[in-house]
């Protein structure tokens, strides 16, 4: 079993079990559910970097990221770093995630916020809304093209935004119209190698119609500089912060230094 299967076994009691634990009735009781969504596509668009900020502290390639910093200083920081959107890990078993960090950076913040995790039933999409998320990940490689259909329809259904994640070519005719960004994952999820020129090999091949966001390996200024130049806008970045002792100071100096790159080319014209 590579790592990816087994994340989905797992996935796939977790779901059983909450099921029965959280009805779908109770969650859609949840006060944060009928709350508005915040857009992540428009975010990406107003804002300078277009950097969503992960918060993860362990995964299954490199275990433990950091388990000592406060997940709310973390997340206060991200937003006033100037990050366009918060990726919050709710997997427990591989991540050490759980959906109360969610709903908890929900009540400090008010960027969008994008419940990342390994969506196999329709019932964690309800469970997504009910906890504070604005954005939902569908991952290609783990579900079919007509679940991809049917998950991202019932989202927009609740106000959630739909982030399509590909690895490699065959996924794109899994694409759907009702999705606003694509994730290209320079990781693959069966290995979790990371290979950054996947993003640049890929991005070509997607409809001109997405919204693109690269995920996974970017760790500096020039790397998200050469995947603009190839038409991301967003950009997700989680390790490369959290490996910091600091990592929303990370965050703030990796898009001062864009601003300062920006300026110098604009002073250069």
Do not use: W
């Amino acid at each position: 079993m590579n790592i990816l299967d087994k994340i989905i076994s797992v996935k796939q009691k977790e779901v059983s079990k909450n099921r029965i634990l959280y009805p779908i009735q109770k969650l859609e009781k949840s006060i944060l559910f009928n709350r508005k969504s915040l857009s992540l596509v428009r975010s990406i668009e107003k804002s300078f970097a277009g950097i969503i900020a992960e918060f993860k502290r362990k995964s299954p390639s490199k275990g433990i990221i950091n388990d000592t910093i406060s997940m709310e200083k973390v997340v206060k920081d991200y937003e006033k770093a100037g990050a366009s959107g918060i990726s919050i890990l709710t997997d427990y078993s591989f991540f050490s995630g759980k959906n109360e960090n969610l709903t908890k950076t929900r009540s400090i913040v008010s960027i969008p916020l994008l419940r990342k995790d390994f969506i196999i039933d329709e019932y964690q999409i309800i469970e997504s809304k009910s906890i504070g998320s604005d954005v939902i990940l569908l991952i290609a490689e783990i579900l079919s093209k007509k679940k991809i259909k049917d998950f991202a329809s019932l989202a927009k259904s609740i106000n959630l935004e739909v982030i399509i994640e590909i690895h490699c070519e065959k996924e794109i005719e899994k694409l759907t119209e009702n999705s606003d960004i694509i994730g290209i994952n320079n990781r693959n999820l069966r290995t979790f190698l990371v290979d950054f020129k996947n993003c640049s090999k890929l991005v070509s091949k997607i409809p001109k119609n997405y919204m693109k966001m690269a995920e996974s390996g970017i760790t500096d200024v020039e790397s998200i500089l050469h995947l603009r130049k190839k038409g991301f806008q967003g950009f997700l970045i989680g390790e490369n912060f959290m490996k910091d002792k600091d990592p929303g100071k990370s965050c703030r100096n990796m898009i001062n230094a864009l601003k300062s790159h920006e300026n110098k080319n604009h002073n250069e014209i």
